[in-house]
C-alpha cells in the first residue's frame, strides 16, 4: 500500500528539516518528496532471526505540500495539493529561538494550531456550500441523487459549525465513494507535530485539553535536537544520546505510529531467507483480502493462510518451536487477520 503524507504549516516551523530526518536526507530538494521507512521493532527483530538476502519494509511517501500564508490561502492551490494525500501532518512551532522569524510575531502553538485548523474548516464550510449550490443547478443528475448529495453536504456543515471535524463522522461506504474526489481538507486523518525546544515539553497535555474533541494526533519532537542526533553515524552512540535525553522512541518511530493509527492501518509479515517483507493492511480485513495486497491471484486461488503470532514466535525463539507447542495455526477465508501475523499464503489458480 503506498500511502502519502502531506506536511504543511506555517513558515519557518521547521517542516524540511522533519522531512530530512524521516526521509535520512534522501530527497528530492526541489520537488520537496521523499521517501520514509516505517520504523517497527517487529520487521527488525525478524530481520535479525532470518538473516534475509532482502529486506523490504514498509514505507510512506512524504510531500511538502507548502508553507501555509494569507496569500497562498487566497490563492487556494495548497488545498489541491492537500487533496491528494492520504493523510496531513500540520507541523507547529512550539520551540523558542529569537533568531528564527515568526510568521505571527510570537510563539504560541495553540494559538497557531487553532488558526490552522480554522483555516482548513472554512475552505471545508465554502466548498459544501458551493456544491450545493451547483447540485441546485445541475440538470444532468436526477432529484434523487441531487438530494442524497445535498443532504450530506448539509449534514457536513453543521458538523464543521459545530467545531468538529469531518473525519469523526462515520460514513457509510455509499457516502464515502460520493466524496472521496472532494478536497475536502479535514475528511483527511491529520496529525499534528508540535516542533519542541526539547523533549520533555508538555505541550501534548494542553493540546488534549483544549483540541481532544478534534480526534487528531498529536506529537511533540525536537526537530532540531532529532535532526543533529540523526547525524551520529554511529548507532549506539545515537541510542545512548537519545537514552540519556529520555527519548524512547524517534521522531519517524513516533510519526510512523501516528500515521498508522490515525489510517487504520496494522502491519502483517512474510519472511524467510529470501525476503523478509512488511505489509500494511487495513484493520479488519479478511486473510484472502491480504493476500490480494501481495498479489490478486493469491486472493483469487487462496485455499489457507499458515500464520504465527509475532509475539508467540518471538518467545518461542523459531518456526519449529512454535509448531511442537502448537501455536502455528492454520486460517480459512474468515479469519480476520491481526496486527503483527506472520503469514504464508497458500494458494492455486
Known amino acids: 500500500?503506498?500511502?502519502?503524507?502531506?506536511?504543511?504549516?506555517?513558515?519557518?516551523?521547521?517542516?524540511?528539516?522533519?522531512?530530512?530526518?524521516?526521509?535520512?536526507?534522501?530527497?528530492?530538494?526541489?520537488?520537496?518528496?521523499?521517501?520514509?521507512?516505517?520504523?517497527?521493532?517487529?520487521?527488525?527483530?525478524?530481520?535479525?532471526?532470518?538473516?534475509?538476502?532482502?529486506?523490504?519494509?514498509?514505507?510512506?511517501?512524504?510531500?511538502?505540500?507548502?508553507?501555509?500564508?494569507?496569500?497562498?490561502?487566497?490563492?487556494?492551490?495548497?488545498?489541491?495539493?492537500?487533496?491528494?494525500?492520504?493523510?496531513?501532518?500540520?507541523?507547529?512551532?512550539?520551540?523558542?529561538?529569537?533568531?528564527?522569524?515568526?510568521?505571527?510575531?510570537?510563539?504560541?502553538?495553540?494559538?497557531?494550531?487553532?488558526?490552522?485548523?480554522?483555516?482548513?474548516?472554512?475552505?471545508?464550510?465554502?466548498?459544501?456550500?458551493?456544491?450545493?449550490?451547483?447540485?441546485?443547478?445541475?440538470?444532468?443528475?436526477?432529484?434523487?441523487?441531487?438530494?442524497?448529495?445535498?443532504?450530506?453536504?448539509?449534514?457536513?456543515?453543521?458538523?464543521?459549525?459545530?467545531?468538529?471535524?469531518?473525519?469523526?463522522?462515520?460514513?457509510?461506504?455509499?457516502?464515502?465513494?460520493?466524496?472521496?474526489?472532494?478536497?475536502?481538507?479535514?475528511?483527511?486523518?491529520?496529525?499534528?507535530?508540535?516542533?519542541?525546544?526539547?523533549?520533555s515539553s508538555t505541550i501534548i497535555d494542553a493540546f488534549k485539553n483544549n483540541y481532544g474533541h478534534h480526534t487528531v494526533h498529536a506529537i511533540a519532537v525536537a526537530v532540531k535536537l532529532e535532526s543533529e542526533i540523526a547525524a551520529i553515524e554511529n548507532e549506539a552512540e545515537r541510542s545512548e544520546f537519545y537514552a540519556s535525553l529520555g527519548v524512547t522512541k524517534p521522531a519517524l518511530q513516533l510519526l510512523s505510529c501516528a500515521i498508522l493509527d490515525s489510517l487504520e492501518l496494522q502491519s502483517f509479515f512474510t519472511v524467510g531467507q529470501d525476503e523478509v517483507k512488511q505489509w500494511l493492511i487495513p484493520k479488519g480485513i479478511t486473510a484472502p483480502e491480504a493476500a490480494g495486497y501481495i498479489h490478486s491471484d493469491i486472493q483469487r486461488g487462496f485455499i489457507r493462510a499458515e500464520l504465527m503470532r509475532y509475539e508467540d514466535f518471538i518467545i518461542a525463539g523459531s518456526e519449529e518451536k512454535l509448531k511442537k507447542e502448537g501455536r502455528f495455526h492454520l486460517a480459512g477465508k474468515d479469519y480476520i487477520m491481526q496486527d503483527g501475523d506472520i503469514v504464508s499464503f497458500r494458494f492455486n489458480v
Open 1 to 199: 500500500m503506498g500511502l502519502s503524507l502531506g506536511i504543511t504549516g506555517y513558515p519557518q516551523s521547521g517542516k524540511k528539516t522533519l522531512l530530512q530526518i524521516l526521509t535520512n536526507n534522501s530527497f528530492d530538494a526541489k520537488k520537496g518528496i521523499g521517501v520514509a521507512t516505517i520504523q517497527d521493532d517487529r520487521f527488525t527483530a525478524l530481520v535479525k532471526h532470518y538473516n534475509p538476502k532482502k529486506t523490504a519494509p514498509a514505507t510512506i511517501n512524504i510531500s511538502l505540500v507548502g508553507d501555509i500564508t494569507d496569500e497562498i490561502i487566497q490563492q487556494g492551490s495548497i488545498f489541491n495539493n492537500i487533496a491528494t494525500m492520504d493523510a496531513l501532518c500540520i507541523v507547529v512551532r512550539a520551540f523558542n529561538d529569537d533568531a528564527v522569524y515568526h510568521v505571527k510575531g510570537s510563539v504560541d502553538p495553540l494559538r497557531d494550531y487553532e488558526k490552522l485548523i480554522s483555516e482548513f474548516v472554512l475552505h471545508d464550510m465554502v466548498f459544501a456550500e458551493k456544491r450545493i449550490e451547483r447540485l441546485q443547478q445541475d440538470k444532468k443528475k436526477t432529484a434523487a441523487q441531487k438530494e442524497k448529495e445535498i443532504a450530506l453536504m448539509h449534514t457536513f456543515m453543521q458538523h464543521l459549525e459545530s467545531g468538529t471535524l469531518l473525519h469523526s463522522l462515520v460514513l457509510s461506504h455509499d457516502d464515502r465513494a460520493l466524496v472521496n474526489s472532494y478536497p475536502l481538507i479535514t475528511l483527511k486523518k491529520i496529525v499534528v507535530v508540535f516542533n519542541t525546544d526539547d523533549a
